[in-house]
């Protein structure tokens, strides 16, 4: 996009009051993307987004500007708006930047330029189509989305590195909903990842059609959640929403650095049940939250965030990091150029325990069975956190019985995590579909959790006390 | 960039599609300046100043719609693009009711979008107005020793339309907030809140120490919180979470929702759906007001439209897509692809929120949500939320880890009482009320 001497002008313009680092994030983002709806393709959808956004940081702070406007011109005025930030910061010079070219093995396919034929999309999305309309007589709506992203990002810094990450981004996403005798049920599924259209030739859109057809049609049968606190049986896979929440935000760096986290200063503590292991990993392959380099630049890699209970470290970005005296953990992510890099969450995962999702089940007398999460959210300082139940069940007596819908689950991360009495054996990484919402920034995560029971959690329904 | 020189680009854009084989088309440009610069303790922590411009175009040919959206406006660049999306046309199946409106035009009246004022601030104040935010809520309480940032902000944008009917619009508008996030600390509990405002105009902003106070007490007012019992319940929703419960409304009655069986108010026009103190508004033309614009996202003239009268359903909220598939006629909500709010608010009452906090023998006060579960199809709402217990007409302990749930159709009929308490910070917007009968689940 820019080459060495324009970006190395770009990084001294920047830092001409001086500062500690600075950086030159360049990016060029594709979306081709179609959209079906009341049985046929509705909309078609190509984007072009780009643009350069140039940091510098002193101490604990950061200025930034962007512009789409490429001309070098532009690119100068973004870089002294930049520089602002160091004006009254002691007088300090930046020496010669020297940017190397630096090459990290893939985590997804490099190659693929452009879009597929657009007979391919259209194709994928009236197979999804046919199947939810054909799961049930009472499915009177089906909106699917398929939407193919190539970003290009181009990171120079002034440490002098500079480093060029392809990424491909592909999501089907189906939505279903049920109606009868004045009732209604809805049903999501999704699936993708960094890959390309052939994805879809071993996951078939069939398959996920099904899923939310069938989630649709169980919860137009559904009952309302019952209220009052019970036991919570997590399902695997999707569950893990329940990680990212109850714990993952918690241990990003920029709140721990700043004090503003219940886990601030508590490395090396039990924060959680000892049969609680947590994973952040942002190298597994074709992932939707995997980054083989993150957007300062910094390769992903593997964090063990609790281990047996155990709190072991934050996810990192570089201004935190520097800040902590520690390295970046590749956690420094950003929705587009427009906006500064903040620590996120990758892949968050719980490996798996030792019982079998049938003992985790049988041993649950009254509770509510919550086989995958719509979504949710937490706030960090006291660690309450809210989900809401996609799919779910009473469990009874040891056995799944009626579908219950609309539950909307209430606890605390540290309390919830204590309270973890079982993990199941069956772990594994839930369809790729997520996407996480901070401080007005959208990016891409995985999530992935065996079957986890938790001893108490408030349910919030409109149903009977559950006593 | 001056207004007439976004309607050039915005035409240039519409003749430069039709080139292209489009048979009609409709571009927007935005160019938005921003600024914003976070304080945290007696260090700017942020500092930021951009400006940022796209193009949106939407494209029509036999019938079928395409859209494209570029930040390049190199002419080869659109091209590319244009071309691109006429191609993807050609898999769009025909739709009697795509195409540009069938009306067009602007409002009239001086909408005052502009506050000249906010161009005239240099960056020093600015950077003041957030260090003094950040001085104010550690002075209000001794337990405030931390924060997760105090900001200013403002942003100054032109929006152009074009379309190959000859519709040539183009607006200049501001809009300036502060915010501020304080963290009370006692022993080793923590607690966090967020306070902030936000107008076109500096002189609607709530001040430095109106902001502080208001931010300050919600944080340190949440020690010793508990869970309430489980129990059916009046519970008065505080504005700002209100304001969150009319985006649900507005949903339901955006009529895309409607169209595809995703609202609990289709069918329902004539219908007695909410009490007599459900009257609700979407209103385009307010002066000053953030929502305010003289003409929607495709060229049609905003206006007043009265969505709930006395808690009867008048009509749903339309584009001019959705009005002739509806046949309807648009009410100038159109972003441009989508449904939006204009200023959408519920009528205010008369007493106070203490009024209203006085009137209730045993119920909760709900201050603050998390969570998004609304099921528009069926109406049903369901939030984790952090307030006050209620007991004889007085907030007497604070209450948190628990839900509020309900479902629209009771929720609405049992809306008894409005507050006189509300503010335009936002395009949809809501005093406080209370609904008199809620599931309430804590232990």
Not at chain 1, 36 to 46: E, F, K, R, S, V
Not at chain 1, 263 to 280: F, K, Q
Not at chain 2, 253 to 279: D, F
Request: hydrophobic share 40%; proline share 4%.
């Amino acid at each position: 996009m820019l080459d060495h001497g324009d970006l190395t002008k770009l990084l001294q313009r920047a830092l001409r009051y001086g500062g500690d680092h600075a950086d030159v994030f360049c990016e060029r983002r594709r979306v081709y993307a179609f959209r079906l709806q009341d049985g046929h393709i509705h909309d078609g959808t190509t984007s072009v987004v780009q643009g350069v956004g140039i940091r510098v940081v002193t101490g604990e702070s950061a200025g930034y500007a962007y512009s789409d406007d490429l001309s070098f011109e532009a690119l100068l005025r973004a870089a002294e708006a930049a520089s602002l930030i160091a004006r009254n910061a002691p007088a300090q010079t930046y020496g010669t930047i020297a940017l190397q070219d630096e090459r990290v093995a893939p985590l997804y396919d490099q190659a693929r330029a452009d879009h597929a034929p657009a007979i391919r999309y259209v194709d994928l999305l009236e197979r999804a189509d046919r199947t939810a309309r054909a799961y049930d007589a009472r499915i009177i709506a089906v909106n699917a989305n398929l939407s193919d992203e190539l970003q290009d990002v181009w990171i120079a810094t002034s440490d002098g590195r500079f480093v060029h990450d392809h990424r491909p981004l592909v999501t089907l996403g189906v939505h279903v909903v049920a109606s009868a005798g004045g009732d209604r049920g809805s049903g999501y599924a999704g699936d993708g990842g960094r890959t390309s259209l052939t994805y879809f030739d071993d996951h078939a859109p069939e398959m996920l059609a099904n899923d939310a057809a069938r989630i649709a049609a169980t919860n137009l049968e559904a009952e309302p959640a019952p209220a009052g606190e019970m036991e919570i049986v997590v399902g695997a896979g999707g569950g893990g929403v329940l990680l990212h929440e109850a714990v993952g935000h918690g241990l990003e760096s920029d709140f721990n650095r700043r004090g503003t986290s219940l886990y601030s200063g508590r490395v090396g503590e039990r924060v959680a049940s000892e049969l609680v292991t947590i994973y952040d990993d942002g190298n597994l392959p074709e992932e939707r939250g995997s980054v083989t380099v993150d957007d300062e630049g910094v390769p992903g890699a593997h964090k063990v965030l609790v281990e047996r209970g155990v709190l072991r470290g934050y996810m990192q970005d570089t201004l935190n990091a520097r800040l902590m005296g520690v390295a970046s953990t590749g956690s420094g992510r950003r929705q587009s150029y427009r906006f500064l890099p903040q620590p996120r969450m990758c892949n968050t995962y719980m490996p798996a325990g030792e019982s079998t999702p049938e003992e985790i089940i049988a041993s649950t007398k009254r509770g509510l069975y919550a086989k995958s999460f719509a979504g949710g959210q937490v706030e960090i300082s006291k660690g309450d956190f809210v989900f809401m139940v996609a799919e779910g069940y009473l469990i009874e007596n040891g056995k799944v019985t009626a579908p219950i819908k609309n539950a909307t689950i209430v606890g605390n991360g540290p309390d919830a995590m204590t309270k973890v009495v079982a993990v199941g054996n069956d772990a594994r990484l839930a369809r790729r579909h997520y996407t996480c919402g901070k401080g007005g920034q959208n990016v891409p995560v995985g999530v992935g959790m065996p079957t986890v029971k938790i001893s108490s959690i408030t349910v919030g329904g409109t149903g009977d006390d559950a006593g | 960039m001056t207004r007439d020189d976004a309607i050039e680009i915005a035409a240039r854009t519409v003749d430069l599609a039709l080139t292209c084989g489009a048979q009609s088309a409709e571009a927007s440009l935005s160019v938005t300046q921003r600024f914003h610069v976070e304080a945290r303790d007696a260090t700017v922590s942020k500092l930021e100043r951009s400006t940022g411009s796209g193009v949106h175009l939407r494209l029509w040919k036999e019938g079928r719609r395409a859209t494209v959206a570029s930040t390049d406006l190199d002419r080869e660049a659109l091209r590319e693009a244009i071309v691109r999306g006429l191609d993807q046309l050609g898999y769009v199946a025909q739709d009697p009711y795509a195409g540009l409106p069938d009306e067009w035009g602007m409002y009239e009246g001086d909408l005052a979008l502009v506050d000249p004022s906010i161009a005239q601030r240099d960056d020093a104040e600015k950077v003041a107005d957030a260090l003094a935010l950040e001085r104010a809520i550690r002075a209000a309480d001794p337990r405030i020793v931390n924060s997760s940032g105090s900001h200013y902000a403002d942003a100054a944008s032109t929006i152009a339309l074009a379309n190959s009917n000859g519709f040539r619009g183009a607006y200049v508008a501001t809009s300036a907030s502060r915010s501020t996030a304080p963290l009370a600390q006692m022993d080793d509990a923590k607690r966090t809140a967020h306070y902030g405002t936000a107008a076109r105009f500096m002189r609607d902003l709530e001040s430095v120490p109106q902001v502080a106070t208001m931010a300050a007490r919600r944080a340190v007012e949440m020690f010793g919180a508990r869970k309430p019992p489980t129990m059916r319940a009046p519970v008065i929703f505080e504005r700002d979470v209100a304001a969150a419960m009319l985006s649900d409304i507005f949903a339901a009655a955006a009529a895309s929702h409607v169209a595809v069986g995703n609202s609990w108010l289709a069918e329902r026009i004539g219908e007695r759906v909410g009490s007599a103190n459900v009257t609700i508004v979407d209103d385009g033309t307010l002066p000053g007001r953030l929502g305010s614009a003289p003409f929607d996202g495709e060229g049609v003239a905003t206006r007043r439209t009265t969505v709930f009268e006395g808690g009867t359903l008048r009509t749903f909220l339309y584009d001019s897509y959705y009005a002739r598939k509806l046949g309807a006629r648009t009410t100038g909500n159109s972003t441009g692809g989508g449904i939006g709010a204009n200023n959408f608010y519920l009528e205010p009452g008369s007493g106070s929120l203490l009024d209203l906090i006085a009137a209730t023998s045993r119920g909760v006060l709900v201050l603050d949500t998390i969570g998004f579960a609304t099921e528009h199809a069926t109406g049903t709402y369901s939030r984790g939320a952090r307030g006050f217990m209620i007991e004889n007409g007085e907030l007497t302990y604070p209450i948190d880890e628990f839900t509020v749930a309900g479902n629209f159709p009771d929720m609405l009929a049992a809306l008894d009482a409005v507050a006189n308490d509300l503010r335009f910070d936002g395009s949809t917007v809501s005093p406080s009320f209370r609904i008199a009968d809620m599931t309430v689940s804590g232990n």
